[in-house]
């Protein structure tokens, strides 16, 4: 059986802490992926982003939505 995910990219720590806690209020199963290399140091998040959060398919919706309200209070 293989598991679809779905991916949200994530601009910065500080943003992975603060939605990882929405997940997690909603009970939102999630993985953060950082492109931080200890080997290459920051240089894959200079060309890829800083990283994502995977969250399953059957949950894409609701992630979506609270990313999308997680980042409109941040313009507030």
Request: proline content about 3%; cysteine-free; overall charge negative.
């Amino acid at each position: 059986m293989h598991l679809k995910i779905f991916k949200i990219e994530i601009d910065n720590q500080f943003d992975a802490d603060m939605f990882s806690a929405m997940l997690e209020e909603e009970s939102i199963p999630y993985a953060i992926d950082n492109h931080f290399s200890l080997a290459y140091g920051n240089i894959f998040q200079t060309t890829a982003g800083w990283g994502h959060i995977e969250v399953p398919e059957e949950y894409k919706e609701k992630a979506k939505a609270l990313y999308k309200a997680y980042k409109e209070s941040q313009k507030e």
